[in-house]
C-alpha cells in the first residue's frame, strides 16, 4: 500500500496535471513545505485519492465550493483541472448554478465570469 505522501502526489498530478505540481514543488520552501504536506497529503491522499464518488464529482463539488465561499482565486486552478477530471463545461455551470440558488447570485455570476475567461484561455469553445 502506497504511503498517503506518494498516493497525494500521484493523485495530484492526474487531476492537476504534471506541469503544475512541477511548478509549485519548483516553487517550495522551507517555509510553505509543512502546507505543500498538508494538501498533498490530506486533499490529495486522502479526500480526492478517496474513490466514493468519482474526480469528476470531486471537480464539481470543488468548484462549488470554492464559488460559494468566495475563494475565486482557485477557481481558474479547478477549471483547468477539470479537463483531466472529465466536468465538462456544462457540468461546471451546473455547480455554479446551484452556488446560485443556495450560496448568492453574485458568488456564481463572478465564477462563471471566471469560468469562461478560463475556457476562453484554454481554446474551448462555449
Known amino acids: 500500500m ?3 505522501h506518494e498516493t497525494g502526489m500521484k493523485t495530484r498530478r492526474q487531476v492537476l496535471g504534471d506541469a503544475h505540481v512541477d511548478r509549485a514543488e519548483a516553487a517550495k520552501v522551507d517555509f510553505d513545505a509543512p502546507f505543500q504536506t498538508l494538501i498533498t497529503e490530506g486533499a490529495w491522499g486522502t479526500v480526492w485519492a478517496d474513490d466514493t464518488i ?3 464529482e470531486r471537480s464539481m463539488l470543488t468548484l462549488a465550493l470554492l464559488a ?3 475563494n475565486f482565486e482557485e477557481i481558474p486552478m479547478h477549471i483547468r483541472a477539470s479537463r483531466n477530471t472529465g466536468a465538462e463545461p456544462r457540468d461546471v455551470l451546473q455547480a ?3 452556488v446560485a440558488i443556495y450560496a448568492g447570485v453574485p458568488k456564481a455570476n463572478h465564477a462563471i465570469k471566471l469560468a469562461k475567461q478560463t475556457y476562453a484561455e484554454l ?3 462555449l
Open 123 to 125: 481554446g474551448v469553445d
Open 96 to 98: 455554479f448554478m446551484h
Open 2 to 4: 502506497q504511503d498517503r
Open 68 to 70: 460559494a465561499m468566495g
Open 54 to 56: 468519482t474526480h469528476r
